[in-house]
């Protein structure tokens, strides 16, 4: 099996930064993309940025210019720099991978638990 831990969240005033950080473990051929998502009460999950294993970035308009999404191929690990934080950041950000696993010709799609992310004076 495949897991994908976050860690990173907090409580923070508008204006700073956090940094989010999600590891994957378990039986990894490869990871093709990693992303963050964030979900706020009341609201969908929406995507807040991927990044594939070639590098590629893609962000949402409402991050583009504050947020970084980087990874750690070796170490099967995904980043988000999140600065100039907004109070409309607050939400719970999930990880997720898209893992090719040894022996399979398929992909797998897996979460995170998610980490929460509070903005507030």
């Known amino acids: 099996q495949v897991q994908l831990v976050e860690s990173g969240g907090g409580l923070v005033q508008p204006g700073e930064s956090l940094r989010l950080s999600c590891v994957a473990s378990g039986s990894i051929f490869s990871i093709k993309f990693m992303g963050w998502y964030r979900q706020a009460p009341g609201k969908e999950r929406e995507l807040v940025a991927g990044i594939t294993g070639s590098g590629s970035t893609n962000y949402a308009d409402s991050v583009k210019g504050r947020f970084t999404i980087s990874r750690d191929n070796a170490k099967n690990t995904v980043y988000l720099q999140m600065n100039t934080l907004k109070p409309e950041d607050t939400a719970v950000y999930y990880c997720?991978?898209?893992?090719?696993?040894?022996?399979?010709?398929?992909?797998?799609?897996?979460w995170g638990q998610g980490t929460q992310v509070t903005v507030s004076a």
């Open positions: 997720n991978a898209i893992v090719k696993l040894p022996y399979k010709l398929e992909d797998f799609l897996y």
